[in-house]
């Protein structure tokens, strides 16, 4: 599993090679920072189903890379595990 920290490539032991920093997966708005008060809030309103501009309003950084609602939800899809229809 590549993106989570502690996680492996196989041996079972944290620090190995393989393991790589969740960091850059959670630098949702791409500003280069991990923030909770931006990042973390985007994440959750989608996981709560806002689209569009409810899904960023009043959280984008000014030095964000992704700064449109089309480019944080498609960055926020490739994140988000496929649910098998039941």
Avoid: C
């Avoid at 920093?21 to 806002?50: C, M, T, W």
């Avoid at 000014?62 to 496929?82: C, G, K, V």
């Amino acid at each position: 599993m590549t993106g989570v920290t502690g996680v492996t490539g196989g041996t079972g032991e944290t620090g190995e090679t393989g393991t790589t920093s969740v960091e850059p997966a959670l630098d949702v708005d791409g500003d280069g920072k991990v923030d909770a008060l931006s990042d973390g809030f985007l994440i959750v309103r989608y996981a709560l189903g806002n689209r569009g501009a409810q899904l960023l309003e009043n959280l984008i950084s000014t030095d964000a890379t992704r700064t449109t609602p089309e480019e944080i939800e498609a960055f926020l899809e490739e994140l988000m595990p496929e649910h098998a229809d039941d």
